[in-house]
DNA sequence: TGATAAAATGAATGAAAATTCCATCTTGTC
DNA sequence: GACAAGATGGAATTTTCATTCATTTTATCA
């Protein structure tokens, strides 16, 4: 009896799964706007009306992807900053962390960056409104890590949030140039000791540690 | 007679203007496909099939105001590396021309920045083709740019194409960032002394001129 | 096995918007 | 001032979907 009905909490969420991937899959190719329904639904090898049974709309379906994807980037970053290493040590492994996820989730980034300033809605409704408190709790966490470097005088004095901000800049925009090139098999990864050095150079105390 | 007709050209431009301004001011404001015709045309103090006179379709509209855009960016690039200054003073003022010029068409660029992937004209189609040719030519004069600066020891030998191109880049990531976080009133251009310096840092013979 | 409930289907519906059509108005010409 | 050519307006048509729901299929279990 709690047997079946787990087995059934199972594959409705492996159904649910199915029908994102699939909505990741053609949103990436097309863009929010130009996928319809009929072919998520043929992506995911489901009737349109089923499709509807595991999301309420379109929009629903995409405020999912989004929400899924931020929490999952929210809760690599934390254990990344979790261990006992260097301030300069874990803001490395934070680049690294964001751009092996960029890395590993371009179509999904193919979206979510080109999209999400399109979509004023995505930040008013309900919904929105969540994956933006996502993406805050990343800006802060970063701006606490940069605090605790000022206090062990690691990096010099700055206003920690404008720059977390500014690092989510700067590897956004790395991330989106690369997405958008298209290039071969250049690997973002690699980009991140680099940024890592200009931005702890950046803000280093006086000589960059490490 | 002839005369008649030179004014009805000039009439007729005129008002395929208005319409293209009423259409930037719409898609700016809510996206390319958030608009409808019917908005466009509104704003444009036109009706419908007036302005299906001078466009065969809303993507054609769109399409022209990219095309226009980035025909005057080309522009004004070539007059700003017209005149006598030094090779470096020109890399400067190329560096404050593209970033007045976003600052100057902020709303406009979001969209290009936030929807283009939801078009299939990418650079394959006729269009794309023409737009990526003038993004091109906007590399090759730079590049040339460099060149020069080689010859006059501006600048340590490297390989031009490759440098603007790394030049552009980080032009348009730093818009790109600039444009997606829709900051207050901070001002694009002001970051344009600064990348200069970094990128000149970067090229320069042996310490920087100027 | 067959009765019942739950899930899945996909054609039908309706709404929103793009595009077309043509009646009406404007302009230019003689 | 009358006629033609062209321009304009906006209602009507067509297209494109998101969403719904009557029906069929599948799973459960006595």
């Known amino acids: 009896m709690d047997q079946r009905s787990q087995r059934k909490q ?7 799964e199915e029908i994102l991937l699939a909505a990741e899959r053609m949103f990436s190719q097309h863009g929010f706007f130009k996928t319809s329904m009929a072919e998520i639904a043929e992506s995911a090898q489901f009737a349109m009306g089923t499709v509807y049974r595991f999301f309420k709309s379109k929009e629903e379906i995409y405020i999912s992807l989004v929400e899924a994807k931020v929490e999952e980037l929210l809760s690599l970053l934390k254990e990344a900053t979790k261990g006992g290493a260097s301030t300069p040590e874990k803001l490395r ?9 960029a890395d590993q989730n371009r179509d999904f980034f193919r979206i979510y960056v080109s999209e999400w300033s399109g979509f004023e809605w995505t930040v008013k409704s309900a919904f929105g409104d969540r994956v933006w408190k996502k993406y805050l709790a990343q800006i802060d966490l970063v701006a606490n890590l940069i605090k605790e470097g000022i206090k062990s005088k690691d990096f010099r004095k700055v206003n920690p949030k404008d720059t977390s901000l500014a690092l989510h800049g700067m590897l956004n925009s790395t991330i989106y140039v690369w997405i958008l090139q298209a290039g071969p098999k250049e690997s973002l990864v690699d980009k ?10 950046g803000i280093g105390a006086v000589t960059t540690k490490s």
Chains 1, 2 share one sequence.
């Open 93 to 101: 492994e934070v680049i690294n962390v964001k751009l092996a996820f």
């Open 192 to 201: 991140g000791k680099w940024l890592g050095s200009l931005f702890l150079g």
């Open 10 to 16: 199972r594959e409705y969420e492996a159904r649910r």
